[in-house]
């Protein structure tokens, strides 16, 4: 019995990637920070790869208004880092809204916000 045991351990030990999501890791800029100068770019880096054709990034002003237009795209090679361009942004607030599939095809999203100083 006490075998069983060990092999059903083992086994939750050796499948256990297979459950993982790609959870956000780091954001550039930073999640909740005050960028001195607008960005020219959101950088997402999860915690593994991503499929970039089945993710979105879109970035909001204070108003509520879509101020990304592109798709988001590999940054260097990496299928853990995803980037979105973005337009001259102004001095305020914005919230990055993120929906990603992992390579393994979980389903993850979430947000945040971050300011650019006026």
Same mark, same amino acid.
């Given at each position: 019995m006490r075998r069983v045991y &060990?092999? @059903?351990?083992?086994?939750?030990c050796i499948t256990s990637p297979a459950f993982? $999501?790609?959870m956000l890791e780091r954001a550039s800029p930073p999640v909740g920070?005050?960028?001195?100068?607008?960005? $020219? %770019? /959101? #950088? &997402? *880096? =999860? *915690?593994? !790869?991503?499929?970039p054709l089945f993710s979105s990034i879109e970035v909001r002003n204070a108003e509520g +208004? #879509? #101020? *990304? +237009?592109g798709k988001p795209h590999v940054v260097a090679g990496s299928a853990r880092r &995803? @980037? /979105?361009d973005l337009p001259a942004l102004k001095g305020g607030k914005y919230t990055v809204i993120w929906h990603v599939t992992s %390579?393994? +095809? $979980?389903? +993850? %999203? !979430?947000? =945040?916000?971050f300011s650019v100083a006026r």
């Open positions: &060990l092999l @059903a351990a083992a086994a939750l993982a $999501h790609a920070s005050e960028a001195a100068s607008p960005p $020219h %770019e /959101i #950088v &997402l *880096t =999860f *915690t593994e !790869g991503v499929e +208004t #879509v #101020v *990304t +237009t &995803l @980037a /979105i %390579e393994d +095809t $979980h389903k +993850t %999203e !979430g947000s =945040f916000q």
